[in-house]
């Protein structure tokens, strides 16, 4: 399974765009990208989740260049509640095996 | 229920005693995992289950622990001769398909704390 780095933390402030951008260099032709949110004291949430292009919900969107060896998780006009943890996962869909790297603190500030 | 449920939410066992934790999917979901989440780090991939079957226990650390899903809906996760570094908490997600994209639903968790 794809391997994935992504930046440890974030910082921002309430109103602002968050683009949070996770590389998968060796990720396989029938790999999926699929985004999750964590609170404390909560399981991860599915936030998103994308082959190429670009993706939107009413969440976030979800940018995929044409290499697909990156890509990137917009939050529009994040809000004191979008402070959590973001994992960036990549694997084939049919294997269920979902593995989590140790995911972006996103801390929203006032 | 609406979402995955998991009992219970908080177990404090001795350490050397056997703990079960029980994993309710949502109806219909036929894929069910089982993840381990230590502080500050992300899901820890245990075991999934495509209906009764483990589909890939590659995740299981060792012998003391064993999943069960006996009729393709709960899930028990069984710990024998608990350690102290069994210490987390234990996650379960479910999925309606196991094809595709995965969006899989996870419970609250179950912290277990060996002491």
């Known amino acids: 399974l794809a391997k994935t780095t992504q930046p440890i933390s974030m910082d921002s402030y309430e109103g602002q765009e968050v683009n949070i951008t996770c590389s998968h260099n060796?990720?396989?032709?029938?790999?999926?990208i699929t985004w999750y949110q964590q609170f404390p004291s909560q399981g991860p949430r599915f936030i998103i989740q994308?082959?190429?292009t670009k993706v939107t919900n009413e969440v976030a969107s979800l940018f995929i260049p044409a290499d697909r060896k990156s890509s990137t998780l917009s939050l529009p006009r994040v809000s004191l509640s979008d402070t959590a943890v973001y994992y960036c996962?990549?694997?084939?869909?049919?294997?269920?095996?979902?593995?989590f790297g140790q995911g972006t603190t996103l801390q929203v500030k006032p | 229920g609406a979402g995955v449920s998991q009992t219970p939410s908080n177990k404090v066992t001795e350490k050397g005693k056997y703990v079960e934790l029980r994993c309710d999917p949502i109806?219909?979901?036929?894929?069910l995992y089982w993840y381990r989440q230590s502080l500050g780090q992300g899901p820890e991939f245990l075991i999934y289950?495509?209906?009764?079957?483990?589909?890939?226990d590659s995740g299981l650390p060792n012998d003391r622990f064993f999943a069960v899903r006996p009729e393709g809906s709960v899930s028990t996760l069984k710990i024998q001769r608990t350690e102290r570094g069994d210490s987390a908490v234990y996650l379960c997600?479910?999925?309606?398909?196991?094809?595709?994209?995965?969006?899989?639903?996870f419970g609250q968790g179950t912290r277990l704390t060996v002491v």
């Open positions: 997600a479910s999925s309606p398909y196991v094809t595709g994209g995965t969006e899989a639903f």
């Open positions: 289950f495509q209906g009764t079957g483990a589909a890939d």
């Open positions: 996962l990549v694997g084939p869909g049919n294997t269920g095996k979902l593995i």
């Open positions: 060796n990720i396989a032709t029938n790999d999926y």
């Open positions: 994308g082959y190429k």
């Open positions: 109806s219909g979901h036929t894929a």
